[in-house]
């Protein structure tokens, strides 16, 4: 009996001891959890921060990749498109001969572009057309189409003939700090009881170039930049997107408009 009593005394204090083991041994262990899963969110919020890094450094890569290209690939297709529509002018032709060459028909349209310029600059060529532009006249629907299209035409032509732009203007239009681009088209004097007052013709375009209105100016108030009618037609066709950062006026001793 002794014995076992003792025997009982000495398990007590293990059991305790085991015990206390066990609720020392919890803290280390609940410890190493939230460390763990500390670690392991900070871990994913790294992730999701360097993968929205790569998403936009990718994104702004690619757009500029497009904004690139694209300029490129309107230009090409422009002009394949462009090769193909004049080459398809001769090219039945040449199949009907059984001359199947690409660009064939191209070069030849352009050779008879480039003829049919040389013989217009003739007075045989100018009496052809003048006749020719005789009949068009007589026609009801189809002169208003012919009478458009030759004063555009006129407008880009290097004769710069009575009918062209003469030079780029800017007008105070429709309100005084803004202002209007435009072109000026003829002079004109108008007479009343306070003396002369030459006017410029100033045609602005309200629709790419065919649509516009036509504003009567005093020359003194006309701002002459320093740019040519072919610059101010690529301005008015891009939309001022081709606009020069910085514009420039004309020497006023420079400047003369023919009357018309």
């Known amino acids: 009996m002794a ?3 003792r025997d009982r005394e000495l398990l007590i204090p293990v059991a305790n001891t085991g ?3 066990d609720v020392s041994g919890d803290k280390p262990s609940s410890s190493s959890s939230s460390s763990s899963s ?8 790294g992730r999701e921060t360097f993968s929205k890094v790569v998403r936009s450094w990718a994104s702004k890569k690619f757009m500029t990749g497009c904004v690139i290209l694209f300029p490129i690939a309107v ?9 193909h529509f004049v080459d398809g002018f001769f090219s039945p032709i040449y199949a009907q001969l059984g001359i199947d060459v690409f660009g064939l028909g191209f070069m030849t349209s352009i050779t008879f572009i480039f003829l049919v310029g040389v013989f217009m600059s003739s007075w045989l060529g100018t009496s052809v057309l003048g ?6 006249k007589r026609m009801p629907f189809v002169r208003h189409i012919y009478n458009a299209s030759k004063q555009i035409s ?5 004769d710069q003939n009575t009918q062209a732009f003469k030079e780029v203007a800017i007008i105070r239009h429709p309100r005084i700090g803004e202002y209007a681009f435009g072109f000026i088209t003829s002079s004109v004097v108008l007479q009343n009881y306070a003396g002369d007052e030459e006017l410029c013709c100033v045609y602005v375009p309200t629709n790419h170039l065919y649509i516009g209105d ?7 108030e006309v ?6 009618v072919r610059e101010g037609i690529e301005i008015v066709v891009s939309g001022g997107m081709s606009m020069p950062q910085t514009l420039s006026t004309l020497d006023p001793g420079s400047i003369r408009v023919d009357r018309s």
Do not use: M, Q
């Open 19 to 21: 015990a206390g083991d």
């Open 75 to 83: 230009t090409f297709y422009i002009t394949w498109w462009f090769i």
């Open 154 to 158: 006129s407008a880009i032509s290097p």
């Open 38 to 45: 500390s670690s392991h969110h900070h871990h994913h919020s």
């Open 214 to 220: 036509i504003f009567l100016v005093n020359a003194k």
């Open 131 to 136: 006749l020719g532009e005789w009949f068009i």
């Open 223 to 228: 701002i002459r930049p320093n740019l040519s």
């Open 3 to 5: 014995n076992s009593s």
